[in-house]
Nanobody
Framework: QVQLVESGGGLVQAGGSLRLSCAAS??????????FGWYRQAPGKQRELFAA???????NYAVPVKGRFTISRDNAKNTVDLQMNSLKPEDTAVYYC???????WGQGTQVTVSS
């Protein structure tokens, strides 16, 4: 099993930046061989995948965040980070990380961008 804990959310003005982190742990979980994704869920909307990183560091982004967000991983620390720049009010959501293909979720962290 794997446990995921997100952190780093908060309130920021439009145009600002935040850095989220996801810490993964589990006695039988091998972090370095897994791919990870960041999802977000805005009020009244479905949870959507917008950033992913493979085990070898290849990244993919959804169009709304491409060029503004950067996903990265640290295999030594078992963390997956999300650097978010040029934030917009429409980025307001609860942000979750997940291990791709496992269906495991953290508790999420709230990001609120004020206009």
């Amino acid at each position: 099993q794997v446990q995921l804990v997100e952190s780093g959310g908060g309130l920021v003005q439009a145009g600002g930046s935040l850095r989220l982190s996801c810490a993964a742990s589990g006695s039988t979980f091998t972090f370095r061989i897994n791919a990870f994704g960041w999802y977000r869920q805005a009020p009244g909307k479905q949870r959507e995948l917008f950033a992913a990183i493979t085990s070898v560091g290849t990244t993919n982004y959804a169009v709304p965040v491409k060029g503004r967000f950067t996903i990265s991983r640290d295999n030594a620390k078992n963390t997956v980070d999300l650097q978010m720049n040029s934030l917009k009010p429409e980025d307001t959501a609860v942000y979750y990380c997940t291990v791709i293909g496992r269906g495991t979720w953290g508790q999420g962290t709230q990001v609120t961008v004020s206009s």
